[in-house]
T-cell receptor
Framework: KTQVEQSPQSLVVRQGENCVLQ??????????LRWFKQDTGKGLVSLTV?????DKTSNGRYSATLDKDAKHSTLHITATLLDDTATYIC?????????????FGAGTQLIVIP | DMKVTQMPRYLIKRMGENVLLECGQD?????MYWYRQDPGLGLQLIYI???????SEGDIPKGYRVSRKKREHFSLILDSAKTNQTSVYFC??????????FGKGTRLTVV
């Protein structure tokens, strides 16, 4: 059973527009949640990590929220650029230690067009 | 420089051949992982290693085995590769806390 669900599956936006990606999960315990960016054919690059019960982070044009009560996270991308075209993956960690396991969503494929 | 290195990056093998995928990390992390990524699916956990010679099966270990003889190296072995093992394989390394680092992946094609 999939424990991390991302929506939408894919998204097309015009350069300069904002977009919001969603992540719902059922992982327990949910120690932290991390968003990754994966360019086509490349590895995963961390964008941000959320830890607190209700958390918010900001990293340049990327901002994210986490609500552990709702088991829900969002990733906001402001003023999208063509280079934002990638797959964005939500990952929930069940522990904040080296013994933890990671639970992956299938990703949202974002395409930014001119 | 914190890094996870995977070799090779691309590999084509015939069905039935043995395959060795190698992963190295320079952070002295105890925990390392092997995942595979297939289109439309999240990364699936094949094996976890908690330290030298301390390995545990993940969610899809069938057809794979691993070796960790040094903390900085973690190998994934496919004995007699099958076509359904065509995939992109990722190695990751995790220390204490939430930080995790991924390699760039190995694209394996079994023909």
């Amino acid at each position: 059973k999939t424990q991390v669900e991302q929506s939408p599956q894919s998204l097309v936006v015009r350069q300069g527009e904002n977009c919001v990606l969603q992540c719902n999960y059922s992982v327990t315990p949910d120690n932290h949640l991390r968003w990754f960016k994966q360019d086509t054919g490349k590895g995963l690059v961390s964008l941000t990590v959320l830890v607190d019960q209700k958390d918010k982070t900001s990293n340049g044009r990327y901002s994210a929220t986490l609500d552990k009560d709702a088991k829900h996270s969002t990733l906001h991308i402001t003023a999208t650029l063509l280079d934002d075209t990638a797959t964005y993956i939500c990952v929930v960690g069940d522990r904040g230690s080296a013994l933890g396991r990671l639970h992956f969503g299938a990703g949202t494929q974002l395409i930014v067009i001119p | 420089d914190m890094k996870v290195t995977q070799m090779p990056r691309y590999l084509i093998k015939r069905m039935g051949e043995n395959v060795l995928l190698e992963c190295g990390q320079d952070m002295s992390h105890e925990t390392m992982y092997w995942y595979r990524q297939d289109p439309g699916l999240g990364l699936q956990l094949i094996y976890i290693s908690y330290d030298v010679d301390s390995n545990s099966e993940g969610d899809i270990p069938k057809g794979y085995r691993v070796s960790r003889k040094k903390r900085e190296h973690f190998s994934l072995i496919l004995d007699s590769a099958k076509t359904n093992q065509t995939s992109v394989y990722f190695c990751a390394s995790k220390g204490e806390g939430t930080e995790v680092f991924f390699g760039k992946g190995t694209r394996l094609t079994v023909v």
